[in-house]
C-alpha cells in the first residue's frame, strides 16, 4: 500500500518518457504510445485518489535525496490526485475523439511530433498540478506553453500560424511577469518550495517588512496567469486558437491548458502567499471584476460570431471569467465553485468542439452555423453530444453546468457587497449563452429530416468517416457530464476537502 | 597621361584605394557565389513575398475599418501599460532588500548547505552543477525537456520531407531552396580559419562537459560550444561534407539517448531518495576526473541535447532539412 505513493512521480515520469520515445517511432506507434500512456496515468491517479482518500493527509515525496528547502519535491492531496484523473480522462477522450481528422490536418511525417507534444502536455499539466516548488511549476508552464504553440500550428495554414504567434506572444509575456512575480518572491523570502516560501511570507506579513514588493507579486503573479489563461481583455488570442486548431488541439487548449495556469494560481495563492494575504492584497476584487466583465463580454462576442467553433471558442472566454468570478468572491464557497466550474467547463468545452467538428463532418465542410443545419438528423451521435454540450452550458438541470451556476450563485450569498453583481451577472450571462448555443441547437435540428445541403453519397462517407472513436469519446464526455450534474455531492466534497489540505 | 594613370591603378596604392573606395573586392574569383537562372530553377519570387504578407492575407486591414482602428487602440493601450508596468516595478525596486547585503532572505539556510555540504553531498567541487544536477535535477530535466520540445516545434514548423507527396508543400520545399542558392559557399577565408578553430572548439567543448563538476561550465555550456564548431563547420564546408558524420539519424539516435539516459538515471535516483533507500552509486574522490556519481553522466547527456538542439535549430531556419 504504502508503494502507491510513487505513483505520482511514476505519472510524470512516463509521460516525459513516452514524449522522448514518441520522437523516434512512426505517427501510428506513437498514437498508440500516447494513448498507452494517458490510460496508465488514468489508472495510476485512481489509485492515488484512493491512497490519499484513506491516508487522509497530504503527503510529500522528495524528487532527490534532499528534504524541503535544498532539494525538488512534489505534493499530493485529495484535490490533487483526483484532478489528475479528472484531466487523464479528458485528455483520452480529446485524443480519441480527434485523431482521424488529426490525420488528414497533420501534414505526413510529423504525426508522431503532434503525439510528441501531448504526452509532454500531460507530463506538464501533472507537474503543475502536484508541484511543490514555484520554480518546477514555472519550468513545466515553460513545456506547457511550447507544447500548446506547437499543437496550434501543426495545422499549417494561415489562420494556424497567425494563431500561434498571437498565442505566443501573449503566452511569453504571462510567463514572463509570472517568472518576474517568482523572482521578486525569491528575493524577499529566499524560498522557492511551497513550504518554507509559504512561512516567510507569512513572517514578512506580520512584520511588515517588504509590504509592497510582496503587492507587486501578487499583481504579476495573478496578472500573468490571468494572460495565460485567457481571463477578458487578455483573450485576444482564444478565438484564432480554439477555432482553427485540429479538434483534438483545441479541445485540450480549452479544457486543459488554460484550467492548469489555473490550478498553479490557486496553489499559489493558497499554499505560498495565503490565502488571507490574498484577500487582504484585493487584488481578487480586481480578478472579480475582469471575471464579472469577460462573463458579459464574451457571451456577446459569441452571439455576434457565425462560424460555429468561434463561437464556442468565445464561450470560453465567458466560462474563464465565471472561474475567476468564483476566485474573485474570496471566500471557500467562491473557490469551491471556481475549481467545480472549471471541471464542467473542461467536460463541457472539448465535449462541444469535437462534436462540433462531428457536424461540420457532414455538412459539406461548411463551419457557419446556418450551414450546419439539419446537422444533427445526419450525425445523431454528434448532434446529441452538441446538444448536451450546449444545454449543460447553458445551466440545464442535471447536467454540471446547473450545479456550477447554483455553487456560484450560493457562494455570493456569503458577500454582501459581492452578491448583487454576481447573482446579475450570473442571469444576464445564462441568458446569453441561451441566445447563442439555442440557436445553434435549434439550427442543428431544424427542417426536414430528409433535407441536406449536399448530395447523398458525400454524407454517406462522411458518416462512415466519423469513426467509432470519435463517437465513444463524445457518449463518454456526455456522461461524464451527466455525472458531474447527478452526483454533484461527491465531487464538490472531495474539492472542499481537498482545499483545506491546501491550506 | 592616360598610361601613368593606368599605371597608378595597378600599383600596389592604387589597388588600396580602390579597394577603399569600395571598387574592387580582393576575393574576387575566389569565392563561389552561385547565382540562380530561371532555367536552373524555376521559381517565382512573388512565391517568396507572398509567405511575408501572410498577415495581411488572413487579415485584410485595408479593407477592414473596424480592424484597423482597433489596431491603433491596441498600440496606444500597449505602450500606457508599458509605462505603467516600468513605473510600478521601479517604484517597486526601493523597497526591495539593498543589493549584496549579508542579512538579506535569500542568505538563508538554504545557499548555508549548498556551499557548506555541497561538495560532501553531491561530490561536485563546482557548486552550481552540484545544485542543478543533484538538489534540483528534476528541474533541470524539465530544462532539457524544454529544448527538445523547441526543437520538436521548429521541425513542425520547418521540416520538409524528401518523400513529400503534396502539391502545395512541394512547392513550399522549392521556395525555401530558392533561398538557399544565393548564399556563399567555399568561402576561403572562412575554411582556412575553421580549420584551426573547429577542433579546438570541439575540444574545448568536450573538456567543458566533462570537467561540469570540477570547474565553472558544465552540460549547457559545453554543449553549446559544441554546436557553434558544429554550425561553423557546416558553414564552411556545406552540407555534403557534414552529412558525413552529422544527419538527422544521428540527430534522433544522440537526442533520444540522452534524453532516455537522463530519465532513467533520475528515474532510480529520485525513486531510491524518496524511498529512502540506498542509492549505490559512488560518489568518489571530489576533485577527481571520475566523481560525483551521477553528475557526470548527466552532464554528458544535456550537452548531447544542447550540441544537437543548437546545430538542428541552424539546420532546420536555413534548409529545412538535416
Request: aromatic share 12%; with cysteine.
Amino acid at each position: 500500500m504504502d508503494f502507491l505513493r510513487n505513483l505520482p512521480f511514476f505519472c510524470i515520469m512516463l509521460a516525459m518518457f513516452t514524449g522522448i520515445v514518441s520522437s523516434a517511432v512512426s505517427g501510428r506507434a506513437a498514437r498508440r504510445l500516447t494513448l498507452a500512456m494517458v490510460t496508465a496515468v488514468l489508472v495510476m491517479s485512481a489509485l492515488t485518489l484512493v491512497y490519499a482518500e484513506q491516508a487522509g493527509e497530504s503527503t510529500t515525496y522528495l524528487m532527490g535525496h534532499f528534504p524541503a528547502p535544498w532539494g525538488n519535491e512534489i505534493r499530493f492531496g485529495t484535490l490533487e490526485a483526483f484532478l489528475a484523473l479528472y484531466f487523464a480522462i479528458i485528455m483520452l477522450l480529446s485524443v480519441l475523439g480527434g485523431w482521424s481528422h488529426a490525420v488528414i490536418d497533420i501534414e505526413a511525417g510529423k504525426e508522431n511530433l503532434f503525439y510528441v507534444l501531448i504526452d509532454l502536455m500531460m507530463s506538464s499539466l501533472l507537474a503543475m498540478i502536484y508541484t511543490n516548488d514555484l520554480f518546477t511549476g514555472y519550468v513545466f508552464v515553460e513545456i506547457n506553453t511550447i507544447a500548446a504553440c506547437g499543437m496550434i500550428m501543426i495545422r499549417q495554414n494561415g489562420h494556424g500560424i497567425v494563431a500561434a504567434i498571437r498565442y505566443m506572444v501573449m503566452s511569453l509575456i504571462g510567463s514572463g511577469l509570472f517568472l518576474i512575480g517568482i523572482s521578486l518572491l525569491y528575493d524577499v523570502t529566499g524560498h522557492l518550495l511551497m513550504v518554507p516560501a509559504h512561512s516567510a511570507v507569512e513572517q514578512i506579513v506580520a512584520d511588515g517588512t517588504y509590504i509592497v514588493p510582496l503587492l507587486v507579486i501578487i499583481v504579476l503573479i495573478s496578472v500573468g496567469m490571468a494572460i495565460k489563461s485567457g481571463l477578458y481583455p487578455f483573450h485576444s488570442w482564444i478565438p484564432e486558437t480554439y477555432g482553427y486548431a485540429t479538434p483534438t488541439a483545441s479541445a485540450i487548449l480549452s479544457s486543459l491548458v488554460s484550467k492548469g495556469y489555473i490550478i498553479l494560481l490557486i496553489k499559489i495563492f493558497y499554499r505560498v502567499i495565503g490565502f488571507d494575504t490574498v484577500i487582504s492584497s484585493h487584488v481578487l476584487n480586481a480578478l472579480f471584476a475582469f471575471g464579472v466583465i469577460a462573463m458579459i463580454m464574451g457571451s456577446v462576442h459569441a452571439i455576434l460570431q457565425t462560424d460555429c467553433r468561434r463561437m464556442i471558442a468565445y464561450s470560453s472566454v465567458a466560462q474563464i471569467g465565471y472561474i475567476y468570478m468564483g476566485i474573485g468572491l474570496g471566500t471557500k464557497a467562491g473557490m469551491v465553485a471556481a475549481v467545480f466550474h472549471l471541471l464542467t467547463h473542461a467536460a463541457t468545452k472539448s465535449l462541444l468542439f469535437i462534436s462540433a467538428v462531428g457536424l461540420y463532418e457532414v455538412s459539406d465542410g461548411r463551419t457557419d452555423y446556418l450551414g450546419l443545419r439539419n446537422a444533427g438528423f445526419r450525425n445523431r451521435v454528434a448532434g446529441l453530444a452538441f446538444s448536451v454540450g450546449a444545454l449543460s452550458m447553458v445551466g440545464f438541470p442535471m447536467l454540471s453546468g446547473f450545479i456550477s451556476k447554483y455553487l456560484f450563485a450560493t457562494a455570493a450569498l456569503e458577500k454582501p457587497h459581492k452578491m448583487l453583481i454576481t447573482l446579475a451577472a450570473l442571469i444576464i450571462s445564462t441568458v446569453l449563452n441561451a441566445i447563442y448555443f439555442l440557436r445553434q441547437v435549434v439550427t442543428i435540428y431544424s427542417g426536414r429530416p430528409g433535407e441536406a445541403v449536399s448530395t447523398g453519397r458525400f454524407i454517406k462517407e462522411a458518416i462512415a468517416e466519423s469513426t467509432f472513436s470519435e463517437r465513444f469519446a463524445s457518449i463518454a464526455l456526455v456522461l461524464l457530464n451527466l455525472f458531474l450534474g447527478l452526483f454533484s455531492e461527491v465531487v464538490i466534497n472531495l474539492i472542499s476537502r481537498g482545499l483545506d489540505l491546501f491550506a | 597621361m592616360s598610361r601613368i594613370r593606368d599605371n597608378y591603378k595597378s600599383s600596389p596604392a592604387g589597388r588600396f584605394e580602390a579597394w577603399y573606395k569600395d571598387g574592387y573586392d580582393p576575393m574576387d574569383d575566389r569565392m563561389d557565389i552561385h547565382i540562380p537562372t530561371q532555367t536552373e530553377e524555376d521559381y517565382d519570387p512573388a512565391d517568396v513575398i507572398a509567405e511575408l504578407d501572410l498577415e495581411d492575407t488572413v487579415y485584410d486591414r485595408t479593407a477592414n475599418r473596424a480592424l484597423r482602428i482597433s489596431g491603433y487602440i491596441y498600440k496606444i493601450l500597449s505602450i500606457v501599460l508599458c509605462v505603467v508596468m516600468i513605473g510600478v516595478l521601479i517604484w517597486m525596486v526601493q523597497y526591495l532588500p539593498a543589493f549584496g547585503q549579508p542579512d538579506n532572505p535569500v542568505n538563508n539556510e538554504v545557499s548555508a548547505r549548498y556551499i557548506g555540504s555541497g561538495v560532501q553531498e553531491t561530490g561536485a567541487i563546482n557548486f552550481v552543477t552540484g545544485m542543478i544536477l543533484d538538489y534540483r535535477a528534476f528541474d533541470t530535466f524539465g530544462e532539457s525537456c524544454v529544448l527538445f520540445i523547441a526543437t520538436i516545434c521548429v521541425q513542425i514548423l520547418l521540416r520538409y520531407d524528401e518523400g513529400e507527396k503534396d502539391p502545395e508543400n512541394v512547392r513550399r520545399r522549392h521556395q525555401a531552396a530558392t533561398d538557399r542558392l544565393f548564399e556563399p559557399k567555399n568561402d576561403i577565408i572562412l575554411q582556412k580559419v575553421s580549420v584551426v578553430l573547429v577542433p579546438l572548439l570541439f575540444i574545448f567543448g568536450i573538456y567543458i562537459i566533462l570537467n561540469g563538476h570540477l570547474s565553472p561550465g558544465g552540460g549547457f555550456s559545453g554543449g553549446a560550444v559544441i554546436g557553434a564548431g558544429l554550425i561553423l563547420y557546416l558553414c564552411s564546408y556545406g552540407y555534403s561534407k557534414t552529412e558525413r558524420f552529422f544527419t538527422i539519424r544521428t540527430f534522433r539516435i544522440i537526442s533520444l539517448a540522452a534524453l532516455i539516459t537522463y530519465c532513467l538515471a533520475k528515474s532510480y535516483s529520485f525513486y531510491t531518495g524518496a524511498n529512502h533507500l540506498e542509492s549505490h552509486i559512488p560518489l568518489g574522490t571530489p576533485g577527481a576526473i571520475l566523481s560525483s556519481g551521477l553528475i557526470l553522466v548527466l552532464n554528458i547527456c544535456v550537452g548531447s541535447v544542447v550540441a544537437c538542439t543548437m546545430y538542428a535549430f541552424y539546420t532546420l531556419f536555413r534548409k529545412g532539412d538535416f
